[in-house]
Each structure stands twice: as structure tokens, then as C-alpha cells.
């Protein structure tokens, strides 16, 4: 029974692996751009799981989420580019971007500690703004982000002089770069799937649940809520941050426009609309969400021509149209995300034992 | 075992205009069942409030287990020794009944963010217990059946009794329950009088607010009345229940 299960589970997760090691290949018989909307779905796991600790498990409703992302992508901009003319290896530019986030988490967190809800929700949504526009203007008095021109010319990731942009061959095999930063990005996710995980089932990750749960109980028990609110924007914005810098570097260029609002609104509905709280629900929204518009994108315009032989309605406001209504359907039909939370099966073998004592 | 737990010195709160508590001076002892009553709006839950650091008391104060009670943070006084429960019932709905008493271990653990990342032994271990020390409470309260349920999910008086435990996983020196047996049927309200002796016999001081008169009296050593948010009367159940000026407060004579 046990080596069945066993059995099952490596063979499940070897069948994953494998299946994560081919997609880029399989990717990129449509072409280098699919490979490239593979990354940025891994990336949108990695920001959604960023934003599940504080929206999914603390309970705080962040609309400003996406401005972590623009501290850390900025930090890795202005640090390895020839802006400044500084290039940074990445071991001391990625932790200073989560650090720089982790902060700016603290300092939006701290003055909304008492807020709530939709209340928060403003606050936040207002913080995000302040951070894009503040990016777009600061190329006076003195240029630091170079405006709304943006900065070009960002190094890539480098391990060495191993470089993740360009075609290198391993093993004889041709690697383009959207499909190494593929396997740095996948690798990371899987890391962030760890902490989260073990967050979730710690000591703290209890309390933040329990302050989402009911605050005013959760302080009667002794939880110190306002520390653990702050750490969850804390922890939250630091992935953000993390996110963000390889974000800089995989596009070579940042502008105040990646980081407006759509986007923390896009990150926020996949937590929502996959199953808040629920790691895999997550890891769902943030892939359905991620590709499904772009295969939209790609898909809308030959279908028409097929159908009617000419365009009938422009591919792009068809688009969203059809990404909005796949929404609302979800939230009619389940509203608790595709991938909810299941109840926990009764661990009915550890009672026993228990009571048999 | 004898002497003072918690001395309330001349607590005084009110909202705008409404005395809600005057001057309430109270001593509860170690190893007691201490009954406070008192008609609807009396002052029960906000004298219970003050004690609790929910509300920040407008005058006169309290000192616990020979120390002067900080009330102005409920984590603060949780930590100090003092649980309580709800008198409506407030669980973590969407947590198991065992995560609940599992949280109710915060205080009295330490792991933090990087303990839980890399999961070190001392983590490992520390999680064990407090699973342990969990399960061990809900078969305390006679719930262990219910422990992979979602606290929503539990009958009426399963979810009183899981306050109860959640609130004893912080180990406190005074186990404060604000109206335990409200709603509860003649069986269901026996059950809960020997849990709470049986609390109390275990070594934890207990605060009982409680409308059923008959329940106060024949579990709690020393009751106190209030009335208006005024203390009436302080004492052993026998004098109390014969005391006129409660007769009236109750009968409204």
C-alpha cells in the first residue's frame, strides 16, 4: 500500500519534471515568442505566490502589489546598466531589490495597519500609483529612472560567464535565451513553492490565518498583529522585489508603463480567481491568466479569417472582451477559485494512535 | 495555591456619556471559580474587556499575579496569563479545530519566518509539541473527533468547547469565559460545569461571566454582582443569593 504511493508520487513527480523540462522545446516549435510567454507565466506564479502570503493567508487586500515588482525591477535596472554605468553581479543586486522592496512593504504597510478590507484596498491602490508616478518623474532635478523614456540596456542575468541572453550550446543542444531564463525562472518558482508551503504550515503562517480569520481573537490569543502584518508585507513585497529584478534583466528595459495598475490587478485576480490561499489554485490562476490572453491574442485573428475571411472585430479589444466575461463566469460558477482550498480529509490514522495511548 | 491573581483597583470606563463601569473593585483569588453577574448592560463584558486589554480602562487599573497589569494590548495580556473566550463564539472558521488550538500556542512559542523556511530541529521539534500539545487539548475538552474539521463546521457546543481549549493552548493563569453556557440546552450545560471544575481542578483560575444564575451558583466559589456598572456585592454564593439589593437588580423590584 505505502510502496504503491510511493511508487505513484515519484512517478507523478518525475512525469512533472519531465514535462517542465520539454515545454520550452514544444514552445518553441510556435516560435520564440511562446517561450518568452512561458517565462512571463513563470513569472506571474512567482509574483501571484508573493502576493498569496498576504492576500491568501494574512488576509490583506493589496491593490498595489505591482509596486514592489517596479522597486526591485528599478533596483536591478539602475544597478546594472550603463545608466549609472554600474554592473552589479547579480548575488548583490538581487537581494538589495527584495531588501529595497522589503522595506517599501514596511513603510506602505506600517501607516495601514488599522485599515481593513476596502479601505486598505485604496490605500494600497494609491501607494502603487505614487511608486509608478514617482518613477516617471524622477529625471529632474537630477536623472535617477530617466523618466518615462525608461532604461535600455540592462545586463542579463550572468552566472560567470555564463550569459542567459543569447543562444549557447550545451551538450550539443541549441538553448535560446527566453528558454534559459525559462529553466532559471521554473527553478526559482519551485523554491518559492517551498517557502510558501512551509510558511503556510509554521507558527506564523498560522497566525497571519488567523488574523484573516478574525483579528480581534487573534489578538485575545496573544498574537502581536501589527508585527505580523507588517512581516507579511514584508515577505510579500520581497518576492515582489525578487520578481521584478529578473524581470529588468530577462527584458533588457524597464519603463514606468510595466508597472501600472492593470497589473496589480491582473496579479490579484489570478490569486483570486485560482483559489486564494490554496498554493496549487495559485499556481493555476497565474498560468491560465498569463497565457490565456495571449493565446487569445494569437488565436482571435486566423480564427476570424477562417470563419469569415476578413476581420470582423479587432483581435486586441476581442481580446479583453473575452478575457473579462471567462472572469465573471468563473466568479458566478466558483466563486472560491477554480482550485479551492479542499477540506482537509480527517487524518483519522494520527487520532487513532492518539487515543489508543 | 492562596492569595490574590488579579485585583482590579477602582476600573472606570465610559463611552460618551454612559458610565459603564464605576469604580469596580474586585479581587479575584488563585485557584478559584469567580463568578461575575449581573443584568443585560450591568458592565459584565466591558469590565471583562478592560481586564483583556481590548478596552483601555478611563480610570483605576489592575495588578495580576502581583504585578500591575499593562492592559492597553490583548497580546500583552495573553502573554502575561490571561485567555479568554467570546461570548459570541470567535473561532478561525476556515482553519481546522486543531489549527485553532494549534494558534492558540503563539504565545508560548518562539519559531519564526526562517526557522519555518529551512526547518531546522529546533522548528521541527517545537512544531511536534505544539501538534501534540494540541491534540492533547482537544481530547481535554472531548472534541479530539472533530480535530481535521473546519471550526465552522463544529456544532454549537463543540465550538465552545474548542474556545475553551484554543484559549487553555496559551496556558493561562486565569481563564476568563464570557457566557459559556448561553444557548445551551439542561445537558449540554452539565457537561460544560465539569469541564469548567474540572479546568479548575487542573490548577487554572477561573473569571466566569454567566447568565444562568443557577450555573454560577453552584460552580463558582465567590461571586460578584454588578449592576448599572457599579459592583453590588462581592461574596460567597449563599449570602449573594440572598442579598436584597440583588434581588431587586434582578427583579427589577
Known sequence: MKNSQFFRSTAGITLM????????????????????????????????????????????????????????????????????????????????????????????????????????????????????IFLN????????????????????????????????????IALSGPQKYYYLLVALAILVVIINLRLQNSRIGRAWQAIREDEIAAKAIGIN???????????????????????????????????????????????????????????????????????????????????????????????????????????????????????????????????AK | MTGTLLEAKAVAKHFGGVKALRDVSLTIRRGEIYGLIGPNGAGKTTFFNCMTGLYVPDGGGFSFDGKPLVADAPDKAAARGIARTFQNIRLFGNMTALENVMVGRHVRTRAGVLGAIFQNPATKAEEAAIRQRAIDLLHYVRIEER??????????????????????????????????????????????????????????????????????????DRVAVLDYGALVIEDVPAVVQKDQRVIEAYLGA
Request: glycine share 12%.
Open chain 1, 17 to 132: 519534471a519531465a514535462a517542465l523540462i520539454v515545454l520550452p522545446f514544444v514552445a518553441a516549435l510556435g516560435g520564440q515568442a511562446w517561450v518568452r510567454i512561458l517565462d512571463f507565466a513563470i513569472l506571474y506564479v512567482f509574483l501571484a505566490l508573493g502576493l498569496n502570503i498576504v492576500v491568501g493567508l494574512a488576509g490583506l487586500l493589496d491593490l498595489g502589489y505591482i509596486a514592489f515588482y517596479a522597486v526591485g525591477a528599478y533596483t536591478w535596472a539602475l544597478l546594472a546598466s550603463p545608466h549609472f554605468g554600474l554592473h552589479l553581479p547579480i548575488w548583490v543586486i538581487l537581494p538589495i531589490g527584495g531588501l529595497l522592496a522589503c522595506l517599501a512593504g514596511v513603510v506602505l504597510g506600517s501607516p495601514t495597519l488599522k485599515l481593513r478590507g476596502d479601505y486598505l484596498a485604496i490605500v494600497t491602490l494609491g501607494f502603487g500609483e505614487i511608486v509608478r
Open chain 1, 137 to 172: 518623474n524622477l529625471n529632474a532635478p537630477i536623472n535617477v529612472t530617466n523618466g518615462p523614456q525608461g532604461i535600455t540596456l540592462i545586463d542579463p542575468v550572468t552566472f560567470g560567464d555564463f550569459k542567459f541572453s543569447g543562444t549557447t550550446q550545451i551538450f550539443g
Open chain 1, 225 to 355: 498583529t501589527r508585527n505580523l502584518k507588517l512581516l507579511a508585507f514584508a515577505m510579500g513585497a520581497s518576492f515582489g522585489g525578487v520578481a521584478g529584478g529578473i524581470f529588468s534583466a530577462m527584458q533588457g528595459f524597464v519603463s514606468p508603463e510595466s508597472f501600472s495598475l492593470i497589473e496589480s490587478i491582473m496579479i490579484l485576480a489570478m490569486v483570486v480567481l485560482g483559489g486564494m490561499g490554496h498554493i496549487p489554485g495559485v499556481i493555476l490562476g497565474a498560468v491560465l491568466l498569463s497565457i490565456l490572453p495571449e493565446a487569445l491574442r494569437y488565436g482571435v485573428g486566423p480564427i476570424q479569417m477562417a470563419l469569415f475571411g476578413k476581420m470582423l472585430v479587432d483581435p486586441e479589444s476581442l481580446r479583453m472582451l473575452v478575457f473579462g466575461l471567462a472572469l465573471v463566469l468563473v466568479m458566478r460558477f466558483k466563486p472560491a477559485g477554480l482550485w479551492p482550498a479542499p477540506e482537509r480529509k480527517r487524518e483519522s490514522g494520527e487520532i487513532q494512535q492518539v487515543t
Open chain 2, 147 to 220: 480535530a481535521d474539521d473546519l471550526a465552522k463546521n463544529l456544532s454549537y457546543g463543540d465550538q465552545r468547547r474548542l474556545e475553551i481549549a484554543r484559549a487553555l493552548a496559551s496556558e493561562p493563569k486565569l481563564l476568563c469565559l464570557d457566557e459559556p453556557a448561553a444557548g445551551m440546552n439542561g445537558t449540554e450545560t452539565e457537561q460544560l460545569r465539569e469541564l469548567i471544575d474540572g479546568i479548575r481542578r487542573d490548577g487554572t483560575t477561573i473569571l466566569l461571566i454567566e447568565h444562568d444564575v443557577k450555573l454560577v451558583m453552584g460552580l463558582c
